[in-house]
C-alpha cells in the first residue's frame, strides 16, 4: 500500500521545527541521486500555512502543514515522465539530473509544492527524506522534529483506524491525483461571543447557550465561562442562530453568519425578566 504521512493540524502549535529540520537536511547537502541542494531561501520544501481567524477579542489562529502530497497520479509525473518517478514505496521523486531545464514542472503542481532552484537550474520538492529512508530511517526529518505528533509517517495500513476520517488538502482534486497526505481536524469554522447584562455591568456566568444551523436545524450546546465566554469550534461554514438562556433572564436569539469566516458574535446583551 505504500508510505503516507498523517498531519493533525489540531496537534500543531506552529514552532516550524519541521520547516527547520528540512532546512537543515537539505541546505548545502548534495543528496544526488534523490536531490540537489536546497537553497537557504525562497524554498519550503514543508511549510506551515499559518492563518488568523475571527476579529478581537475572539481570535485564533490555525496551522496547517502543507508539503508535496506524493500523489499516486501526480500531475508532475504526468508533465515530465522521463523526470519524475514513483519509489515503491509510493514517494514521488524529481529526478535532479533528468529535470534539468524543465521549469514547466513547477507550474504543474496544482499544490504549489514544486519549487525552482535557480543556481541548479532543477526543480525540486520534499522528497521524503528517501535518502534517509534507504538508510535505515523510519520517518523523514520533519516527522522526528515533531514535538507533538502532529505529522507522522508510515505504512498505510498502520494508519487505517484513522483514515476512514481523514480529509485532503484539495478535496477537488483528491479523485484526479490521489494525493497521499491525509489530514486530520482540517480547522473549519467557530462561533463565539460573550454574553453580558449591561445593565449591571456584568458578564454572565453559566449561561445556556445553543448553535442552531439555520439550513439544517441541527444543534449544538454550551455553557458561558467564567468571563461569559462561549465559544462552538469546528461548525460547518453556514448561518446561524444563537440562542442564549440563563436563569433570572429572557431568553436572547441573535444570528451569526460563518458563511465565509470565522464570526465572533460579540457582545450578547441580555435583559433581566420581568417580575
Known amino acids: 500500500m505504500?508510505?503516507?504521512?498523517?498531519?493533525?493540524p489540531?496537534?500543531?502549535?506552529?514552532?516550524?521545527?519541521?520547516?527547520?529540520?528540512?532546512?537543515?537536511?537539505?541546505?548545502d547537502n548534495d543528496w544526488s541521486p534523490v536531490a540537489l541542494p536546497q537553497p537557504d531561501t525562497g524554498h519550503f520544501w514543508i511549510g506551515v500555512n499559518e492563518t488568523v481567524r475571527g476579529s478581537v477579542p475572539k481570535v485564533k489562529v490555525s496551522?496547517?502543514?502543507?508539503?508535496?502530497?506524493?500523489?499516486?497520479?501526480?500531475p508532475c509525473m504526468k508533465a515530465a515522465p522521463d523526470a519524475v518517478y514513483r519509489r515503491d514505496d509510493g514517494l514521488v521523486i524529481v529526478d535532479p539530473e533528468k529535470a534539468k531545464g524543465k521549469r514547466e514542472l513547477v507550474e504543474a503542481?496544482?499544490?504549489?509544492?514544486?519549487?525552482?532552484?535557480?543556481?541548479?537550474?532543477?526543480?525540486?520538492?520534499?522528497?521524503?527524506?528517501?535518502?534517509?529512508?534507504?538508510?535505515?530511517?523510519?520517518?523523514?526529518?520533519?516527522v522526528d522534529a515533531c514535538p507533538h505528533d502532529a505529522i507522522r509517517f508510515g505504512d498505510e495500513s498502520e494508519f487505517a483506524d484513522e483514515l476512514g476520517s481523514a480529509e485532503f488538502i484539495a478535496p477537488e482534486r483528491a479523485d484526479a491525483d490521489r494525493p497521499r497526505v491525509y489530514y486530520l481536524n482540517l480547522p473549519k469554522r467557530f462561533v463565539a461571543g460573550v454574553v453580558v447584562d449591561l445593565e449591571s455591568d456584568e458578564v454572565v456566568v453559566g449561561a445556556q447557550v445553543t448553535l442552531e444551523n439555520a439550513e439544517t436545524s441541527e444543534l449544538l450546546q454550551t455553557e458561558t465561562d467564567?468571563?461569559?465566554?462561549?465559544w462552538f469550534h469546528q461548525v460547518d461554514a453556514a448561518l446561524y442562530n444563537v440562542y442564549v438562556e440563563a436563569e433570572g433572564y429572557m431568553t436572547r436569539m441573535v444570528?451569526?453568519?460563518?458563511?465565509?469566516?470565522?464570526?465572533?458574535?460579540g457582545p450578547i446583551d441580555v435583559f433581566a425578566a420581568a417580575e
Do not use: M
Open 2 to 8: 505504500g508510505k503516507v504521512f498523517v498531519i493533525d
Open 10 to 27: 489540531a496537534k500543531c502549535n506552529g514552532c516550524r521545527n519541521c520547516q527547520i529540520a528540512c532546512k537543515d537536511e537539505h541546505c
Open 226 to 230: 467564567e468571563f461569559g465566554d462561549f
Open 109 to 142: 503542481c496544482p499544490y504549489g509544492a514544486i519549487f525552482w532552484n535557480e543556481e541548479y537550474d532543477v526543480p525540486q520538492k520534499c522528497t521524503g527524506c528517501a535518502h534517509l529512508l534507504d538508510e535505515g530511517w523510519t520517518v523523514p526529518r520533519c
Open 63 to 74: 496551522y496547517v502543514v502543507e508539503l508535496c502530497q506524493h500523489c499516486g497520479d501526480a
Open 255 to 265: 444570528k451569526a453568519d460563518a458563511t465565509s469566516k470565522d464570526c465572533n458574535a
